[in-house]
């Protein structure tokens, strides 16, 4: 685990890095941090044996916070994820075989401590 600042400005951007650092641990490389387009973004794009491509959406909580982090993914989140995505695959054609959209829980300790949960494929686009 790696310890970093509680400050709720830094949570968030720290809950990525961690997150990022998860996946990298994990045989996947980065390709997009924060991909923005004017229909939604999404906090983490990338690739694994160039054959994997993810879509994650991180969300970052503090221990004692109410309900689960996925929680905060609902139906009109999913929609922007997905509607960003869908752009991401328009621009970058070649970029993997088998797409998946992951939402990765990172959970905070009072200690600034954190830990990862993946929920793989946690939704999807319907074709």
Same mark, same amino acid.
Not at 63 to 84: F, S, T, Y
């Given at each position: 685990?790696? @310890?970093?600042? &509680? ?5 968030? =951007? &720290? ?5 990022? &650092?998860?996946?990298? =641990?994990?045989? !996947?490389?980065?390709? =997009? ?5 004017? $229909?939604?973004?999404?906090? $983490? ?7 994997? $491509? ?9 221990? &004692?916070?109410?309900?689960?982090? %996925? ?5 009109? @989140? ?22 998946? !959209? ?13 830990? %990862?949960? %993946? ?9």
């Amino acid at each position: 685990m790696i @310890k970093f600042g &509680n400050a709720p400005q830094n949570k968030g =951007k &720290n809950g990525e890095r961690a997150a990022a &650092n998860w996946y990298k =641990k994990r045989g !996947f490389r980065l390709i =997009k941090q924060n991909y923005r387009t004017r $229909l939604g973004e999404v906090d $983490l794009i990338l690739q694994k044996n160039g054959e994997w $491509l993810v879509f994650a959406e991180v969300k970052t909580r503090s221990e &004692n916070g109410l309900g689960q982090p %996925c929680e905060a993914v609902d139906l009109r @989140k999913q929609k922007k994820i997905l509607a960003a995505a869908q752009q991401f695959l328009q621009s970058y054609p070649d970029t993997g075989e088998q797409v998946r !959209f992951d939402v990765i829980e990172v959970v905070l300790d009072k200690k600034g401590m954190h830990r %990862c949960n %993946c929920i793989e494929n946690a939704f999807g686009l319907r074709r």
